[in-house]
């Protein structure tokens, strides 16, 4: 395998992702990481120079509107969904000490 | 009575406008063929009959008072369970969803209730549509109505298993990769993934959004045309919708392909490609041919590019449009956590499964500063290069015609040992989705297990007309055909309506699987 993920690596992608995994979860990762990675460098073949990046197949243009609100007050049923809620909003952990 | 459930969607809405069916007849039809089959096919996360009945009842008072005329009005349907509709459970077949119930209701969903969709439920798929064959959803694997010992397919495996089962008349798919192709390749129905931007995204629950789109899947050609001018639509909501002034698909269902220009790439009939797949394909060429079609081979270039390209891109999208899901506004949240960031942190260790978890991964590396530009960078590159390649391959061809997928539907278990695997299955459809192209697959034949290959027909953007004229004149040659599941299911029951179900209405896998789980 040409790609080693370290374990560094793994933890530091954990961070960005948001995810903990445990350790068999870690070592399963690191190896299926490193043979994606090995099959993805095959794109290396390919001479890209010069070629620009292509997003979007279309040309995007940001689509201006005014800023007016069209639907009503949907609160009660947004908060419906919401693991837990308190006095009308979304209750988290605390954040600040 | 049993011929009922055999009618494609446009047969169906014909009798119902001449009044030789209610609506409310048909919606209960389907509602008894799905609690006949589901025990064995589980296509359906949640079926809303009480609704059903509801929505087929007023359909049909709209119908009698003249206000719905269109083709699909009262036909019943099914969606993919990661498009939003109001006030029904929508999961993206996914645990961290497993309870979530959508205020708004997508864009394309809103225009088929418009026409008078009757909509039965939502449809099991691989978990946020990653995956190939529906084996990745939390809440149980869906069977091919074929064999039940293999996969339909994914990720809309759900959906083509219910129009293949006669579970309902058509339905809604998405496609990131090839997830309406692929399917109704091994489901023997017809797919269509329309050009980029065609149909509205809005209320589609993004995997990766320069490539999804929505699409109809059905029984043939005609309907899929019919659905697809219904859900296309210029949108405001979606940025990347586009105004079109062509979406009169139905006016393409014409049996002429005299001069069509029909290019087969040999990059598509090469190493892995199953024998019997091959020879079916070649023969449905050979059908159009002697229709008056120009069939030849040339090279394509760049195919085995594709799915590297498409991994890092659906990856990285991917990881950004999931971290929606923390646990703060909807779904789940973990029961045990230490502050905010844990919070989020084992909300979503626990509620995404394995092959999700994967991609996020991978596109959260192939994102971070250092990879960016060897990996993003260069999957962008190569998608342009891909783009070239069709672009110059429709200045020759009017329609490039291929096979859905290597081989037909493998065995359950088969595949998920083994992601890579997995993904080299892709290799047909995938770069269609890079370019932004329609594609259409509708059946061409069974290999010698009995199991449905799919013709693949791929269109240069736009031009969604000329592979459903291909698809229509091609479909001309053969007769459709249900499994014996669906038959056998007609045959043993009366009708008489769906009886029996929970006194909410409402049936859904969530509270099964759960229970499997402790």
Not at chain 2, 263 to 271: N, S
Not at chain 2, 303 to 329: C, Q, T
Request: glycine share 10%; net charge negative.
């Amino acid at each position: 395998m040409a790609n080693v993920i370290s374990d560094e690596t793994i933890e530091y992608v954990g961070i960005l992702a948001k995810l903990e995994l445990t350790d068999a979860e870690k070592e399963e990762a690191k190896k299926d990481m490193g043979r994606m990675l090995d099959y993805i460098d095959m794109l290396n073949e390919l001479d890209t120079s010069g070629v620009e990046p292509m997003s979007h197949v279309f040309a995007m243009n940001n689509v201006f509107r005014e800023d007016v609100v069209t639907n009503g007050d949907e609160r009660e049923k947004i908060l419906k969904n919401a693991p837990e809620q308190k006095d009308g909003s979304f209750k988290v952990p605390k954040t600040v000490e | 009575m049993n011929s009922l459930l055999e009618m494609t969607a446009v047969q169906l809405g014909g009798k119902i406008k001449s009044r030789e069916v209610g609506v409310v007849e048909a919606a209960k039809a389907a509602l008894a063929q799905i609690q006949a089959v589901e025990p064995a096919v589980c296509a359906y996360v949640t079926v809303d009959e009480a609704g059903a009945l509801r929505q087929a009842e007023a359909v049909q008072k709209k119908i009698d008072a003249g206000e719905l005329t269109g083709p699909l009005a009262g036909v019943p349907a099914a969606v993919k369970d990661n498009m939003c509709t109001e006030g029904l459970l929508t999961t993206c077949s996914s645990k961290i969803l497993y309870n979530f119930v959508p205020t708004y209701t997508a864009e394309a969903v809103l225009n088929l209730q418009k026409a008078g969709a009757v909509i039965l439920g939502k449809t099991n798929m691989d978990e946020f549509a990653m995956g190939s064959t529906t084996e990745t959803s939390a809440f149980g694997v869906t069977r091919n109505p074929w064999n039940l010992e293999h996969v339909p397919g994914g990720s809309s495996g759900g959906s083509c298993a219910a129009v293949s089962a006669n579970e309902c008349f058509y339905a809604l798919g998405s496609d990131t990769g090839g997830s309406i192709r692929q399917p109704s390749s091994f489901c023997g129905v017809t797919g269509i993934k329309p050009t980029y931007g065609t149909v509205s995204r809005y209320g589609l629950i993004a995997y990766g959004s320069s490539l999804d789109q929505i699409g109809p899947i059905a029984k043939d050609v005609s309907d899929c045309a019919a659905v697809l001018e219904t859900i296309a639509s210029y949108d405001r909501k979606d940025s990347t919708s586009i105004p079109r002034k062509d979406c009169d698909f139905t006016s393409a269902l014409v049996d002429d392909v005299k001069g069509m220009r029909i290019g087969i790439p040999r990059d598509y009939l090469g190493e892995g490609l199953d024998g019997e797949v091959k020879a079916a394909i070649l023969q449905a060429a050979k059908v159009l041919e002697e229709k008056g079609a120009v069939v030849e081979k040339f090279d394509l270039s760049l195919v085995e590019y594709a799915i590297p390209a498409y991994y890092v891109i659906a990856s990285a999208e991917a990881s950004s449009n999931l971290s929606r899901f923390d646990g703060v506004k909807y779904g789940f949240r973990a029961k045990e956590y230490e502050g905010l960031h844990n919070m989020y942190k084992r909300s979503r260790s626990e509620g995404f499964g394995p092959e999700v978890k994967r991609r996020i991964m991978l596109g959260s590396f192939v994102l971070s500063s250092g990879y960016y530009d060897a990996y993003y960078l260069k999957a962008l590159r190569t998608k342009a290069l891909i783009k070239k390649a069709f672009d110059k391959a429709f200045e020759k061809y009017d329609v490039i015609l291929g096979p859905a997928s290597p081989s037909t539907a493998p065995g359950l278990g088969e595949s998920l040992g083994d992601p890579l695997k997995m993904y080299l299955g892709d290799i047909y459809t995938i770069s269609v989705n890079l370019a932004g192209l329609p594609g259409m697959t509708v059946p061409c034949g069974t290999d010698s297990k009995g199991l449905p290959i799919g013709l693949q027909l791929i269109g240069d953007c736009f031009q969604e007309k000329n592979i459903i004229r291909a698809g229509y004149a091609f479909e001309q040659s053969r007769k459709y055909e249900s499994p014996k599941i669906a038959r056998d299911a007609q045959a043993a029951a009366g009708y008489g309506g769906a009886q029996g179900g929970p006194a909410d209405g409402i049936r859904n896998r969530i509270a099964e699987t759960a229970g499997k789980e402790a």
